[in-house]
């Protein structure tokens, strides 16, 4: 069976409106940029945005989805088991992602983490999920939301204290806490 592949026109379209709000943002507040900030910064109409997004929120999603698949997630999810050293790749990976979205989104960072904080951990349990093995599907649901909301939390914090410590030092901080909320599991 064939893949389609995206027109090349549609695909330029969408690079043009994420690029032009990706600008907004870091000039702008988040809820201050209106569509039309988006468009004319684009050079195109209101109509072809709403073809493309239904809002600026669904807009953001695409782009921290993009952020999040351009990482190391895409390595995580190709490792068998849920070793430390999948941990630490999984943690790494939402550092590079945390640490990619202060800079993409500068003084909005705070604002684009809490309006994307669910999906964000609703993707790292959907990859923590894959590798439990307990036949307890809600056993396992709640340690995976446990294990993102900690990795995603810690590292945020980690983001916004500068990164104070380097991200071995800090991975090492985490990882005893980590692997006991998976050590009876795995």
Known sequence: MAVLKEDPRILRTKKLIIDAFISLVKEKDFHSISIKD????????????????????????????????????????????????????????FCDFADESKET?????????????????????NIIVTFLKSKDREQNIMIATMLASSICSASCLWINENKKVPIETFFDQIHPFLMGAIKEII
């Open 105 to 125: 989104f500068k003084h909005n960072y705070n604002t684009v983490i809490a309006l994307t904080e669910e999906r964000v951990k609703r993707i790292v349990v």
């Open 38 to 93: 988006i468009t004319n910064l684009a050079n195109i109409n209101r109509s072809t945005f709403y073809s493309h997004f239904s809002d600026k929120y669904i807009l953001l999603e695409k782009i921290v989805d993009q952020m999040m698949f351009h990482k190391k997630f895409e390595q995580v999810v190709d490792k068998e088991d849920l070793d430390s050293d999948t941990l630490r790749l999984l943690v790494y990976s």
